[in-house]
Each structure stands twice: as structure tokens, then as C-alpha cells.
């Protein structure tokens, strides 16, 4: 059950393709891919072909994202500037011990955030779940 919820990036983008379809303002999604969200689920099985294009470039600090335009992000940060969190993913965090039964539980939280542009109005007026935070 725990490496079940290894992979929240694998969902994320699943859920990303469902609801994040083409808008009015845009006919190609630029979606950008950090480093801990390539590592927990996603790879190239995972991605669409025309008008999804990724990107996994490493080494672009949160400050400049929005200097690169994406349309999405998927991300382990819960705020980056220029963006608004949408949805949050959780994955496994730890076992929990306690008495009685089931004696082993699986604690989960959130670990991978779906970031849109605030600059495309059409992403921001869907449907998102919304995002939780890590207490």
C-alpha cells in the first residue's frame, strides 16, 4: 500500500490531462516538470502528444517560472509566485504504530502541487479541487 502512494506526480498528471484541457488563450499547454516530480511518477508513458509540450529543465529557480510562461506546473512547492496552487496530490509520509486494529496505519500528505498561470484567465474559472497544505 505504501509504494502505492510513492507516486503522486503519476497522479497529478493524470488529473492534470482530465481537467486542464485546451483554453481560449491557448492552443499549445506548456507544462513544466520539477525535479521531485519526475522522480515520484512521472515519465514519458505518462505524456500526451500535440497541444501538451513538457519540460523537465532542471536548475530554474521559483523566481523565474514565470518568466518561461508555462501554462502548469507540477511542483513539490505549494506557492510560486506568479502561479495559482489548484490541486495538491498527496503521497505516502510515514507509518503510523498504534493500538488495536489495523495496528499499522499510512500516514499521507500533500507532496505534488499543480501550479496554473494566473495569466490565463480560462485555467483559473474551471472546476479545481483546490490545493491543502502541509500542517
Not at 499499522?104 to 490565463?120: D, L, M, Q
Request: net charge positive; with cysteine; charged share 20%.
Amino acid at each position: 500500500m505504501a509504494s502505492y502512494e510513492n507516486y503522486p506526480s503519476g497522479y497529478a498528471l493524470k488529473s492534470l490531462h482530465r481537467i486542464g484541457g485546451v483554453t481560449k488563450n491557448s492552443d499549445e499547454l506548456r507544462v513544466h516538470i520539477d525535479t521531485f516530480s519526475a522522480m515520484n511518477g512521472i515519465s514519458r508513458f505518462c505524456e500526451y502528444n500535440y497541444p501538451w509540450r513538457y519540460s523537465k529543465e532542471e536548475n530554474i529557480s521559483l523566481e523565474n517560472l514565470q518568466m518561461k510562461n508555462f501554462t502548469y506546473l507540477l511542483n513539490e512547492n505549494s506557492y510560486i509566485e506568479g502561479f495559482k496552487c489548484l490541486m495538491s496530490v498527496d503521497g505516502f509520509s510515514r507509518v503510523r504504530i498504534r493500538i488495536g486494529f489495523p495496528p499499522i496505519s499510512f500516514a499521507k500528505e500533500p507532496k505534488v502541487f499543480i501550479h496554473g498561470n494566473i495569466r490565463n484567465t480560462d485555467i483559473m474559472n474551471r472546476g479545481w479541487p483546490g490545493c491543502s497544505v502541509i500542517p
